[in-house]
């Protein structure tokens, strides 16, 4: 861990200024994951900025009765939301999928989208990696991969996105509201983290001066039939093999909008909405679901220790799509799969 | 020898456990002195090859930067191997930390920086750069297989397998069931919460204070007087508390030496701690290929054992365990053939981990019952009480005790066994697979020399005092209650001291020996000091004990009284004050029987009872329920017996399905080096475990009646979660852990 210096922004616009002054510097929030990467010298950030006291702790609904979550709100309080839970029950119940209760209780909403990939090789200062170090190589690709991705990999890195709240997101469409020197803007949740491509050190489309202020999710969506199903190496405490964030919007068992976003798969929560508008108009079965998951599986490729995945994942949001039909999605404090 | 219970076999809660709740037990680094130096380690970045440059100058222009060290100016230390041997070490030639330029594994720890706080060390640390001249590792098992080995030197206190017995080969070829199978375990790092650690505080150039996270102060201790040549009597290592350990703390580790080197060089007090990364570069329960052959008679008598073993060692060491002995002494069978093998890695030395060798031989031996029972078409429990023994055949030895068939009878309906439905994939709950499995486990009873004081002074207050360690086993509340029984007081009235070198010797904490050896001692020492009460009673005037013998005589409500009439006694306050003594302290010496070991040999056993439910579709395995009967001789304490159970069970079940060091055979270096990705059993993947201890008397295991609890626990569950999961899924999984990609591959191929 590399001495830094420490700076305590008052507000957005000083965090902003203070970003734009240092580029290379960090933002700190719950500290969960920069903390961490900072003992093992996997960042090393000159300058810390600590947003913990900017007012980003509300979680309002707005007048077209779309949520907006602000940037600091906690993992825990907002899986224990009132709203959230009645009005967002998918995104509540992947966050209670993620990490640990200590963990939720200091992790913010912001964070969350802004964490790092939990590949070995990205962990490991010794190791080759392209995210980390650019130009270093990939040493996942023909190492120990069991974890890493199955879907948009390029030749220089296979990480996932770790995230469980950021599945959901997905599948909701929400918005990410950024702030920088030139003010405000949106970001579809979509375009907001990446495929790594040829340049895996970047995570996401954030400019380097901007900062996330907001998460906005449009007004009631798939309250009812929902389910986010998390398959993993244990019960509890482990990042996604594969998750899935499952919605549909049913009418008469027939198929009116529906949407499936992988985790654990992929550089970015993964989805289809070409294969997903595909399904209107089609029953709610076990057929459909099939048909949409190989759609969205379509080209897949394991690296070898993480080949099971490919089967998994069919499995996985097949099971997510029958428990959402139902109306009987996954409770995260049971251990049994419904 | 010892009074019918009373406070003693109570489920007394742990006298330290308020203190470690709180968080005001001191562990090893958390010892502070003013003026006090840091170190940070860096680790090498390869597994083997050698340091061509080592760049420190950035290192040094930190501020608060005080030395740095490498093998370029490490200050001297032993020469002979000999010197660097501690008390458990196998046979080669130690690590050294800092001495040469060469790599021996990965993690290996290459610089040592010191600074005037931890921050500037670590900063320091992560200037260093260093060049190396790579060579291609081999650390495969399944690779080096091949050049395996059978040790030439043994390792003391590692019995070898036994000289075959009858014909074993024959035997098999001409069996009416036979099964052989390989099993395949990969490598386990231990993982205790408590970091590696050590404070020296500095007093003169020969006078060292020491905390150190070790399962042994005097091990420790011995170990840096030898390497640094410093006199036993000027070096006192305290342990008083340590946060788990599991075997990885019995052989000194290197942050040991290396902040008693820094402090002798600079003369300051030093701390040395490792991050949890370089708790993947030390000792490890190596990783293990087996084949085991059975074979039984029509009726399911076993006609012969056959089991291979080879476990990984360093390139430096070879390490060695007690592996394929266990199926020899299972059960009956006239035809064994038992074999153990090395082959070389290049990795740090493995060493003891919870049941070393029992753990790793009896899941390839229980998991080989289980096959032979679906062979033979009989219920695995049946196949196991049909060749039941009460014998070892390894040795030609009478056993001491053998209360399996409880823990088989007990274990079983409390399971409900009965109920079990023979097919495999025949007992279903919703979309769940349920199997149901059961292993037998076995380990030695094994006690060590040990020795202790006892003092009981007037006003009532008993000290116990001995060398020994309590990793978080409840040691010291077992000695307050062996105290307080003695004296007949409560046991607040009890002072136990323990964890410091200068009190006396006992071995290291290990297999399972210090209730037995240290709590004998004790024993031994309290009826001492009865004794010397009595005679001193009988100088008294008038002595109403007058020629009582010491076995007549009992302590009870502070008076030394006969046994049958407590009305006939003399206060113990009034014995001393006829002396004008203010205490009377007695030593106490306890260790193995070497008459009676000829003839007798100890084993505690487990029946260990699984189910689990399987997601037919996904593959994600939940162990739902596991009953462990214990026959273990005597309870001292059923609270913290259980506890230790417990965490042997939950130890077993991430063996069987989480744990697993894995390795990048490119590089031959440990990936997953954190407690993130280095995966053990959540709490969410426990759930109903139960705890059966059986009525066992054993009046020749120890003085005290006492067999030992620290691994039996974990011995046979993973063959039991194993058995339970072929018995859900129909199919046989031999390569452990059992993670949910194998489980989801298996159920591919029945769809």
């Known amino acids: 861990m590399k001495q830094f210096s420490y700076i305590r922004a008052e507000d957005v616009a000083g965090a902003v200024a203070a970003l734009s002054a240092d580029p290379q510097a960090r933002l700190l929030a719950g500290g969960t994951n920069l903390v961490d990467l900072m003992k093992y010298d996997v960042m090393s950030p000159a300058t810390v900025i600590d947003i913990n006291r900017l007012p980003l702790k509300d979680i309002e609904t707005l007048e077209d009765g779309s949520l907006r979550i602000g940037a600091l709100v906690s993992n825990a309080a907002l899986a224990y939301d009132p709203t959230v839970i009645d009005r967002f029950p998918l995104l509540a119940s992947a966050l209670l999928a993620g990490a640990s209760p200590q963990l939720r209780n200091a992790a913010t909403t912001g964070g969350n989208l802004l964490q790092r990939t939990r590949c070995y090789y990205f962990y490991d200062p010794s190791s080759p990696c392209n995210k980390r170090e650019p130009g270093s190589g990939c040493g996942a690709i023909g190492g120990v991969n069991r974890i890493h991705a199955i879907l948009g990999t390029s030749a220089s890195c296979i990480a996932t996105h770790p995230s469980d709240m950021c599945v959901a997101l997905a599948a909701l469409d929400a918005v990410v509201e950024v702030e920088g020197p030139d003010g405000r803007r949106d970001i579809p949740f979509l375009d907001f983290h990446r495929l790594p491509g040829d340049e895996p050190q970047y995570d996401n489309t954030l400019a380097p001066d901007e900062m996330v202020v907001a998460i906005r999710l449009h007004p009631d969506h798939f309250a009812a039939n929902h389910s986010y199903l998390k398959i993993r190496d244990r019960l509890s405490y482990a990042f996604a093999l594969v998750s899935v964030a499952a919605a549909i919007d049913m009418k008469d068992g027939a198929i009116v909008d529906i949407r499936v976003a992988l985790g654990g798969v992929a550089h970015k929560p993964w989805r289809n909405p070409l294969a997903e508008a595909e399904c209107a108009g089609k029953p709610a079965d076990e057929a459909t679901f099939r048909q949409l998951a190989q759609r969205l599986l379509a080209g897949a490729q394991g690296q070898g220790g993480n080949d099971f995945k490919i089967p998994m994942a069919e499995r996985t949001i097949i099971r997510a799509l029958t428990q959402a039909a139902s109306g009987t999605p996954q409770v995260q404090s049971e251990k049994a799969i419904r | ?751």
């Not at chain 2, 084949?291 to 056959?306: E, K, P, R």
């Not at chain 2, 307080?484 to 904490?509: K, N, R, W, Y």
């Not at chain 2, 691994?711 to 899924?729: L, R, S």
Request: charged share 20%; net charge negative.
């Open chain 2, 1 to 751: 020898m010892f009074n019918p219970s009373k406070i003693v076999g109570l489920p007394v809660s742990r006298i330290d456990g308020p203190l470690k709740v709180s968080g005001t037990a001191p562990y090893a680094a958390e010892h502070y002195e003013p003026g006090m130096l840091h170190g940070a380690i860096v680790l090498s970045a390869i597994a083997t090859g050698k340091i061509r440059n080592i760049d420190t100058s950035k290192a040094e222009a930190v501020p608060g930067v005080v030395k740095i060290y490498t093998h370029e100016n490490r200050p001297s230390a032993a020469w002979w191997d000999s010197k660097w041997q501690d008390s458990v070490a196998p046979p080669g030639s130690p690590f050294r930390p800092l001495e040469k330029p060469h790599i021996q594994f990965d993690g290996q720890p290459v610089t040592l920086v010191i600074a005037e706080t931890y921050e500037a060390a670590r900063d320091a640390a992560s200037l260093v750069t260093v060049e190396y001249k790579a060579e291609t590792p081999e650390t495969n098992l399944h690779t080096v297989y091949p050049n395996a080995y059978e040790p030439k030197k043994k390792r003391s206190g590692i019995q070898p397998p036994p000289k075959p017995r009858g014909e074993p080969e024959e035997a098999f070829a001409g069996a009416a069931y036979r099964i052989s199978a390989e099993y395949v375990m990969e490598g386990e790092h231990h993982n205790p919460m408590e970091l590696f650690a050590t404070t020296v505080l500095w007093e003169s150039d020969q006078q060292l204070t020491v905390h150190d996270k070790t399962q042994g102060s005097q091990a420790s201790r011995d170990y840096i007087c030898n390497i640094f040549g410093l006199d036993p009597d000027d070096v006192v290592v305290k342990n008083a508390y340590v946060g788990g350990a599991f075997g990885q703390g019995l052989r000194p580790k290197h942050q040991l030496f290396l902040a008693v080197m820094a402090s002798l060089d600079l003369k300051r007090s030093v701390k040395v701690e490792m991050s949890r990364q370089e708790m993947f570069a030390l000792t490890w329960r190596p990783s293990s290929l087996q084949t085991v052959s059975l074979a039984a008679d029509a009726d399911g008598m076993l006609q012969s054992v056959m089991h291979h073993a080879v476990q990984a060692t360093s390139r430096y060491e070879d390490y060695q365990e007690v592996v394929v002995n266990w199926s020899g002494l299972a059960y009956k069978c006239d035809n064994a053939k038992l074999t153990y093998e090395l082959a070389q890695v290049d990795m740090s030395t493995p060493g003891d981990m919870r049941a070393p060798g029992a753990a790793t031989g009896v899941l390839a031996l229980e998991s080989a019952m289980d096959e032979l029972a679906t062979e033979i078409g009989m219920d695995p429990l049946d196949l196991r009480v049909k060749n039941f023994i009460h014998f070892d055949q390894n040795g030609d030895k009478q056993l001491t005790s053998k209360a399996l068939h409880a823990c088989y009878r007990e274990g079983a309906e409390a399971f409900g066994w009965s109920e079990r439905s023979a097919a495999p994939r025949s007992m279903r709950d919703g979309h769940d697979l349920v199997g149901w499995g059961m292993a037998t486990g076995f380990w030695e009873a094994g006690m060590a020399p040990a020795e202790a004081k006892v003092r009981y002074a007037i006003d009532g207050k008993v000290t116990v005092s001995a060398a020994a360690t309590d990793i978080g086993t409840g040691t010291y509340t077992i000695l307050a209650q062996l105290g307080a029984e003695a004296f007949d007081v409560p046991i607040e009235a009890v002072h136990v001291a323990i964890a410091d070198s200068t009190l006396p010797t006992t071995g290291v904490e290990g297999g399972s020996w210090t209730a037995a050896s240290t709590g004998s001692a004790v024993q031994i020492a309290a009826e001492a000091v009865k004794a010397t009460l009595l005679d001193m009673a009988q100088d008294m005037e008038n002595s109403p004990l007058g020629k009582a013998k010491p076995e007549e005589v009992v302590i009870r409500d502070g008076r030394l009284v006969l046994d049958v009439n407590s009305q006939v006694g003399i206060a113990l306050s009034d014995i001393l004050a006829s002396k004008q003594l203010s205490s009377v302290e007695e030593p106490g010496k306890a260790g193995p029987d070497m008459l009676q070991m000829r003839k007798f040999v100890s084993y505690t056993h487990s029946a260990v009872f699984v189910e689990v439910k399987i997601d037919e579709q996904l593959g994600v395995i939940r162990v739902t329920r596991v009953v462990s009967a214990i026959g273990a001789g005597r309870i001292l304490n059923p609270k913290t017996a259980r506890s230790q159970i417990l965490g042997g069970i939950v130890m077993g079940i991430g063996m069987a399905l989480h744990e697993e060091s894995m390795i990048d055979h490119r590089t031959g270096r440990i990936m997953n080096h954190n407690l993130a990705e280095y995966h053990v059993p959540a709490h969410a993947d426990i759930s109903d475990l139960e705890v059966i201890f059986v009525d066992e008397h054993d009046d020749k295991a120890s003085p005290i009646g006492v067999k030992g609890l620290g691994e039996i626990g974990i011995v046979g569950v993973a063959a039991a979660v194993a058995n339970a999961i072929y018995h859900a899924t129909g199919t046989r999984f031999r390569h452990f852990p059992i993670t949910i990609d194998k489980i989801l591959e298996s159920q591919l191929k029945h769809a």
